[in-house]
């Protein structure tokens, strides 16, 4: 157990936690298909074989949800809205409550629009799949934007692209490489139409939820540097300098469809605040001839880069490396790089997966990683909140129930879905408090 208190965060932090619709909603039959559950019914594709259909039950259990986030003294929640429920009839009814409730317990809605749940009639491969993103955002706003001040367009697009569209390993299971950038291009593109619409709207308070991994070179050897460049370019920059920048890291503009030029001044929409989800860094060095492994997915051989593992440190259950001073050398390294086009950061997510109820280790990740998180605001970074990955135990993806992200354990035999407190919740609960 972390003993000293942590150091104060600036005045009117955001302190909340994170959660996905498709992890967490369940009632699948009120809603139309998402590529995701067509991928489920895969033979094999899920590791424990299991499907998203009931999950935590959230879509009928939020009020608990709710209660356990006022318990936590949070004072705002990352949830996320589904498109194929928001398409399906009644379907924004769920969010309107979810959103009075949390209104009147005092937590600010943090919406994510689009959290890799893709509609099983449409694909990103397609150019049309923006200006349906756009129109979906305008019936959302038109619907929550009187309750909803802060919005997030996308979660991830990077991870969705990549293990979407390139490995295959997440929804909708696609193979394609390289051939999946365009994924990329009409992801970015989709943000910057929803950033638009969410501002005719009357939004002012609009970002985005990008992962970054800060990628370090195997040695100093001029091809693990090489390599560990290309993959910073693929994994951060391919998607942070379009959406800062307003260009593609060189080399890359060629590869994307469409007018980019014209495309990249929509990506560029300026945004209130940039949204950091962080795990833990990338060990990156010379293609090794062998396949390498990108977290517990297989990384195939042929590519211009290998991963390595990062070695003598402790590992979540998921066997991601624990290291909080990645979240530091990420939040500096964003505002050296981007200077003042960076606009205020948020984490948007942060977490680890663990089993059990005394989760001692959790709290030792979370303990560290906001010390880490307050380096990053004493070195002069702008930061304004912090969400936890994630409130409850949810389904996590293609490992299905096996990883525990949450402050919360949910019960996943039981039909309520009985959500019991860890040990890191009353030490956040108690973390919070002492900021006060
Ligand atoms: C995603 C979450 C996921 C978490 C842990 C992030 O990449 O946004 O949906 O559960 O990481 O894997």
């Given at each position: 157990m ?10 009117g ?16 039959d ?5 590529v995701w559950?067509v ?5 094999g594709v899920?590791r424990?074989?299991s ?9 009928h259990r939020?009020?608990?949800?709710v ?5 936590l003294?949070m004072n705002a ?6 498109w ?5 009839p009644g379907?924004?009814d769920?969010?309107?409550r ?5 209104l009147a ?7 994510t ?5 893709l ?8 150019r049309?799949?923006?200006?349906r ?6 019936r ?8 909803v001040?802060?919005?997030?367009t ?5 991870e ?15 193979t394609?490489?390289?051939d999946?950038?365009p ?17 005719a ?9 990008a992962?970054?991994s800060?990628?370090w070179?195997?040695?100093g050897d001029?091809?693990d540097?090489?390599?560990a ?10 998607f942070?300098?379009?959406l800062?920048?307003?260009?593609y890291p ?10 980019v ?10 945004l ?13 060095g010379a ?10 997915f297989d990384?195939p051989?042929?590519l ?5 593992e990062?070695?003598?440190r ?11 001073e990645g979240l ?21 997510e ?5 089993p ?7 709290i030792?990740?979370l ?7 307050h380096?990053?605001?004493?070195e002069?970074?702008?930061?304004r ?15 299905g129930y ?10 996943f ?13 009353a030490?956040?609960r108690?973390?919070?408090r002492a900021?006060r």
């Amino acid at each position: 157990m972390a003993a000293d208190a942590l150091p104060p965060f600036p005045p009117g932090f955001l302190w909340g936690a994170s959660t996905s619709a498709h992890q967490i909603e369940g009632a699948v039959d009120a809603r139309g298909p998402s590529v995701w559950d067509v991928f489920e019914a895969r033979p094999g594709v899920i590791r424990d074989g299991s499907t998203a259909a009931v999950a935590c039950d959230s879509f009928h259990r939020h009020r608990e949800d709710v209660a356990l986030l006022a318990g936590l003294g949070m004072n705002a929640y990352r949830f996320s809205v589904s498109w194929p429920r928001a398409d399906s009839p009644g379907g924004l009814d769920h969010y309107e409550r979810l959103v009075d409730d949390l209104l009147a317990a005092g937590v600010r809605p943090v919406p994510t629009l689009f959290h890799w749940d893709l509609p099983a009639s449409l694909d990103w491969l397609d150019r049309d799949t923006a200006a349906r993103f756009a129109e979906y955002v305008e019936r959302v706003a038109a619907r929550l934007g009187d309750r909803v001040h802060t919005w997030i367009t996308l979660n991830e697009p990077a991870e969705h692209t990549v293990l979407g569209h390139a490995l295959g390993v997440h929804a909708p299971g696609r193979t394609l490489l390289y051939d999946a950038l365009p994924v990329a291009h009409h992801q970015l593109l989709a943000h910057g139409l929803a950033v638009r619409a969410l501002r005719a709207a009357g939004a002012t308070d609009v970002g985005i939820a990008a992962s970054h991994s800060p990628t370090w070179p195997l040695t100093g050897d001029e091809a693990d540097l090489a390599a560990a460049d290309h993959y910073d370019v693929l994994m951060n920059r391919a998607f942070s300098d379009p959406l800062l920048l307003g260009r593609y890291p060189e080399g890359l503009e060629q590869l994307m469809p469409g007018d980019v030029a014209a495309d990249l001044e929509v990506v560029s929409e300026r945004l209130d605040w940039y949204g950091v989800n962080y795990y833990a860094p990338s060990l990156v060095g010379a293609p090794t001839g062998e396949k390498s492994a990108y977290g517990t997915f297989d990384v195939p051989a042929g590519l211009p880069f290998a991963l390595h593992e990062i070695e003598d440190r402790p590992r979540t259950a998921f066997g991601w490396p624990v290291v909080p001073e990645g979240l530091t050398q990420t939040l500096t390294g964003l505002r050296d790089r981007y200077g003042d086009r960076l606009p205020p950061v948020m984490i948007t997510e942060n977490g680890c997966s663990y089993p059990g109820l005394d989760d001692q280790e959790r709290i030792a990740y979370l303990d560290s990683h906001l010390r880490a998180l307050h380096r990053a605001i004493e070195e002069g970074v702008d930061v304004r909140g912090y969400f936890v990955w994630s409130l409850l135990d949810n389904y996590e993806w293609n490992e299905g129930y096996r990883q525990r992200f949450g402050l919360v354990h949910v019960d996943f035999d039981s039909p309520e879905r009985t959500r019991t407190p860890k040990a890191s919740y009353a030490w956040l609960r108690d973390a919070l408090r002492a900021q006060r």
